[in-house]
């Protein structure tokens, strides 16, 4: 079978990506992590000093960059930035930059492109709901901000940085409501989505639970 979209979307920290990936390896599914994009977009943003509030030029410059995407290795032209768009400024920058609609009609545009005739698992917040409205299989991951904000200390942590858990829990919670309340394509639960809630689940859990939910389909 061809074209069979996963739709995997929920809040900051809610274990997407690393379901995903996990999900997409065991079906040999593509999987493409959604969010990257809209950090990379922010990255270049912030190295051209283009202030994030400043839509016209954030526009501007979407023009002349280029995202390129091998696997788990995200590409600013030709520079590797898959750590860079992981880190502090970007993630307190992002949501702003992703909520200017441009900059998203743009990205949704590439995520179909990338997706056409290939069998996907994308996450993020609207991929259900904008991207691929019918997507075989859509999932809302959620799970409590403290659980959520645990999760990203220990990852930060597992990279060797060190930040408390405090800021990590203000930051998800900053970000989660600027995405929920924003005008254009907020995180939102699509009304066919299985809601999952993951706060007492085991990542295999999670990810067994998804790929039961794929084979029952597939
Ligand atoms: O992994 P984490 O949940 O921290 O974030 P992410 O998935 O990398 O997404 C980073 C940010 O990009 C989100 O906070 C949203 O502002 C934005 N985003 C979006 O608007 N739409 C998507 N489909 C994916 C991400």
């Known amino acids: 079978m061809k074209d069979f979209i996963v739709a995997i979307d929920g809040p900051a920290g809610s274990g997407k990506s690393t379901i995903s990936k996990i999900v997409a ?9 959604t969010g990257a994009m809209y ?12 202030n994030v509030e400043n839509k016209e030029e954030i526009v501007d410059l979407l ?7 091998e696997k788990d290795k995200f590409y600013l032209g030709n520079e590797d930035v898959s750590e860079e768009i992981r880190g502090v400024e970007v993630t307190s ?3 702003k930059v992703a909520a200017i609609k441009e900059v998203r009609e743009e990205l949704v545009r590439l995520q179909r492109e990338i ?9 993020g917040r609207d991929i259900g709901t904008v991207v691929f409205p019918n997507a075989q299989l859509k999932v809302f991951l959620v799970a ?5 904000a ?6 930060f942590e597992s990279k060797g940085i060190n930040i408390s858990y405090q800021e990590v829990l203000d930051e998800i919670i900053k970000r989660d409501k600027m995405d929920s309340t924003r005008e254009e394509s907020p995180l939102l639960q699509a009304e066919d989505a299985v809601l999952v809630d993951t706060s007492s689940m085991s990542i295999d859990e ?5 790929v039961e939910l794929v084979d029952n389909l597939f």
């Open 93 to 95: 920058n992002v949501s």
């Open 63 to 69: 023009k002349n960059i280029k995202l390129n995407i």
């Open 206 to 210: 999670v990810s067994n639970k998804i």
């Open 150 to 155: 645990k999760r990203r200390v220990k990852e």
């Open 144 to 148: 409590s901000s403290e659980e959520r």
């Open 115 to 123: 997706s056409q005739g290939k069998n996907v698992i994308l996450d």
């Open 39 to 50: 950090r990379m977009v922010t990255l270049a943003t912030i190295k051209k000093n283009v």
């Open 25 to 33: 390896k065991k079906k040999g599914f593509t999987y493409l992590d």
